[in-house]
């Protein structure tokens, strides 16, 4: 098994940045966030290799940076010029071969 404990998520206004912090208790190769919007399904923002190759949606390209700490087995998720349709629970993922392990989400808020 294989525990992602998320942080960093909270309330803030249009324009500004949040960190979010996901730790997992093992090393993972593949490491990546969702978010899932109220009323809507759940999707991809950005994912990231263990050697760092980073994708992400075209809905926060330029904005999101992902990046991850192999050496505390840790993936971050930095968010500037928040907007507001960028609310949502987000979530950390870590996909193997066997199953997906997710996090139990970090609520973001951006007010207008």
């Known amino acids: 098994q294989v525990q992602l404990v998320e942080s960093g998520g909270g309330l803030v206004q249009a324009g500004g940045s949040l960190r979010l912090s996901c730790a997992a208790s093992?090393?993972?190769?593949?490491m990546g966030w969702y978010r899932q919007a109220p009323g809507k399904q759940r999707e991809l923002v950005a994912t990231i290799t263990s050697r760092s190759d980073a994708t992400y949606a075209d809905s926060v390209k330029g904005r999101f940076t992902i990046s991850r700490d192999n050496a505390k087995n840790t993936v971050y998720l930095q968010m500037n010029s928040l907007k507001p349709e960028d609310t949502a629970v987000y979530y950390c993922n870590a996909p193997t071969a066997v199953q997906d392990y997710w996090g139990q989400g970090t609520q973001v808020t951006v007010s207008s």
């Open positions: 093992r090393s993972m190769f593949n």
